[in-house]
């Protein structure tokens, strides 16, 4: 072989080396992308069907300390505990108790399926949970002769009374503070 020849088998390897890592890199950065979008799909598709399944409850009476399970009634945290737990996500019985699970979300960056917890009594106690449905609507239960209803957050006595919110939905969470 004469070195011209070398020189150029040399560029061609070279040359196919660099486009084969090219290409290796970006299929790699293709599939993480794809996977992290599948991931955050797969919670939003969650909420989504966590959303349906309590509006299909919308109407049911409020009855405090309602037992577990029973679609008949619902109190705040009984009805998150049942919609989440269709959808395969275990929730302790108590609104004080679910304000515990899950990683901690600001105000500003609730995304739909976030639990939002109040302190309505305003005696520094949890006693209320609702569903955050996004366009800034709570999907909840609270007194009798309302029952499961859709509310707006903004200024309400939820918005007003407002204590933290928990994300139970995996999914592209960042912030894992403790508030």
């Avoid at 609270?142 to 407002?162: L, M, P, Q």
Wanted: proline residues 2%; charged residues 20%.
């Amino acid at each position: 072989m004469n070195p011209t020849n070398t020189t150029q088998a040399k560029r061609l390897g070279k040359t196919c080396a660099a486009v084969i890592l090219s290409l290796s890199v970006a299929f790699s950065i293709n599939m993480a992308t794809n996977s992290t979008k599948a991931h955050a799909a797969s919670a939003l598709s969650i909420a989504e069907q966590v959303i349906s399944t309590g509006k299909k409850y919308i109407g049911v009476p409020y009855k405090f300390r309602a037992q577990a399970g029973n679609t008949s009634a619902f109190d705040c945290s009984s009805f998150t505990e049942y919609v989440f737990k269709q959808q395969g996500i275990e929730l302790p019985r108590s609104s004080r108790e679910q304000a515990n699970v899950g990683t901690y979300v600001s105000r500003n960056d609730l995304q739909p399926g976030d639990l939002v917890f109040s302190d309505t009594n305003k005696d520094g106690v949890i006693n209320h949970v609702s569903i955050y449905m996004g366009d800034g609507k709570l999907l909840h239960t609270y007194r009798v002769g309302i029952g499961v209803t859709i509310s707006d957050f903004e200024g309400s006595t939820w918005d007003k009374t407002y204590v933290t919110a928990r994300r139970v939905i995996q999914g592209d969470s960042t912030n894992t503070n403790q508030q």
